[in-house]
């Protein structure tokens, strides 16, 4: 056991030495003035998301210039590895010369056109291909713009399919407790997440929360499988007694995001088909964050071996690239809706439905999918991540190191009120961009991240827990 933890510390230690040159940032003083001014401009006119914007006194936004693979670069010329793939939409890096070509194609024949009445040939591709590499049925995809429109959508189109069927006491949803799935008002009322959601309580429909099958709140010696089974008989006992009033069940599969990485055992979506089915509700699942890769499959739901009957995508849709989401929906649901009535018709829309440059970007970043055999790639890359991380992992103020696929998460054992915004700055002067999670730190790194830049994360991750504890 010593051996090889010695083994693998010297391996940290080379190639900390080996690429110190190449995290010097080179400091140019009147770009440095001019990166100032930009953050000073932004203060006046922008109103950041999620921001408290007096903190911004003391520490104004990095004005971004340019990006390319995992690196950030501000305006003074200094890099940052963005570890957080830029709010986990990013896939294949900033800057991707593939991506990049199919976009200015597309300028180049039709950036936009409505979609109702009008269709083209890049959102036709893109939903066939979605069709081909989702599990099931899905055979229709609705557009919308941002993860939150997709989640929109698919609440909607559950309530509006059992109206149609004449179950017109279907209205409610239930979500797993700790659930995030966007912030506009119907999302956010099947979100639980207290930061977001307790200042619009009373904007919001009421939602039932069933006890979240995380891990992290197993009794101690319970297997994350004994513990997500245990969670699946309090969804079975809620839906027991209220199916008849309940339209869906939505849930984030596999991980729950913005709850901290909570990570949980496929065996629970196994049960939540099964319950789903027997109590004619719906399965929702939110893959917005966790599609296209980041659990270890292409979709969360490949580790269980079902099938939601609509399932949101986003962020990583395009590559991270463009806002554009979809809810894609089983043959079952679409056929409710055709009919000779336009009153039966989804009457839904967005005025960016079905963007083409946003539906290229899409179809690129499925053919790098394909192309360079990404699913396999991951692999090696987290089996490489896990065995440098063996020291953070046995830090002494890491709690719960956690790994699904390209997401990895720990807690911090710290007393200190503003962690979260300490380890933020810290990040950035160690050239990383952290973005901790209350007191989970987490990584989320695009996928063309190499070798040396895995050194550098969990390098620099080490030196920013030592610089806080001290
Ligand atoms: C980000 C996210 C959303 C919301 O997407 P937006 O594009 O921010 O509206 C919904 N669900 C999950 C699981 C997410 O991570």
């Known amino acids: 056991m010593i051996t090889e933890g010695n083994r693998i510390y010297n391996i940290i230690l080379k190639n900390i030495a080996s690429n110190r040159t190449l995290t010097m940032n080179k400091i140019n003083p009147d770009q440095s003035a001019a990166s100032a001014q930009l953050g000073q401009r932004s203060m006046q006119a922008v109103w950041h998301p999620c921001t408290q914007m007096k903190q911004h006194e003391n520490h104004p936004p990095l004005p ?56 083209h040939e890049p959102v036709i591709a893109l939903s066939e291909r979605l069709k081909q590499i989702t599990p099931g049925s899905l055979g229709h995809c609705f557009y919308a713009s941002d993860g939150a429109s997709a989640i929109e959508i698919a609440l909607k189109m559950s309530f509006h399919y059992w109206q149609l069927c004449g179950k017109t006491h279907k209205t409610g949803f239930v979500s797993l407790q700790n659930d995030y799935h966007g912030e506009t008002l119907g999302a956010l009322s099947v979100t639980d997440v207290a930061i977001f959601k307790q200042t619009y309580a009373p904007l919001l429909r009421p939602c039932t929360h069933v006890p979240t099958p995380d ?55 196994q049960r939540a088909r099964l319950l789903c089915d027997r109590y004619q509700v719906h399965l929702i699942l939110d893959e917005i964050a966790v599609g296209f890769g980041r659990t270890g499959t292409l979709f969360a739901c490949n580790q269980a071996e079902i099938t939601p009957d609509i399932l949101c995508l986003s962020k990583g849709l395009s590559g991270g690239y463009l806002p554009i989401s979809v809810a894609m929906a089983t043959d079952v649901i679409y056929q409710a809706f055709y009919s000779d009535q336009i009153s039966r018709a989804f009457l839904h829309s967005h005025s960016h439905t079905g ?25 090696t890359k987290a089996a490489y991540l896990n065995r440098i991380a063996t020291k953070l992992a046995a830090h002494g103020r890491v709690k719960n190191f956690r790994n699904c696929g390209m997401i990895w998460a720990f807690e911090v054992d710290t007393a200190m009120q503003d962690f979260a915004s300490a380890c933020f700055q810290a990040g950035l002067k160690h050239g990383l961009v952290l973005r901790p999670l209350g007191k989970t730190v987490y990584f989320m790194p695009p996928y063309v991240i190499e070798e040396p830049e895995m050194d550098l994360l969990i390098d620099g991750t080490l030196h920013i827990l030592d610089t806080l504890s001290a």
């Open 64 to 119: 971004i210039a340019r990006g390319k693979g995992v690196w950030l670069f501000d305006a003074a010329g200094n890099r940052y590895l963005d570890a957080v793939s830029s709010w986990w939409v990013n896939l294949f890096g900033h800057s991707n010369s593939v991506i990049n070509a199919a976009i200015r194609d597309q300028l180049e024949k039709i950036e936009h056109v409505m979609l109702a009445g009008f269709t």
């Open 215 to 269: 891990w992290r709140y197993a009794e101690t010696g319970e297997s994350a499988e004994a513990f997500a089974l245990r969670a699946a008989d309090a969804l079975e006992r809620y839906l027991a007694e209220n199916h008849a009033q309940t339209a869906a069940f939505i849930l984030e599969p596999l991980v729950q995001g913005a709850a901290g990485m909570g990570m949980y055992h496929p065996v629970y979506l």
């Open 355 to 379: 963007n083409a440059i946003g539906c290229r970007a899409a179809l690129a970043t499925l053919d790098i999918f394909a192309q360079d055999n990404i699913i396999e790639a991951n692999k």
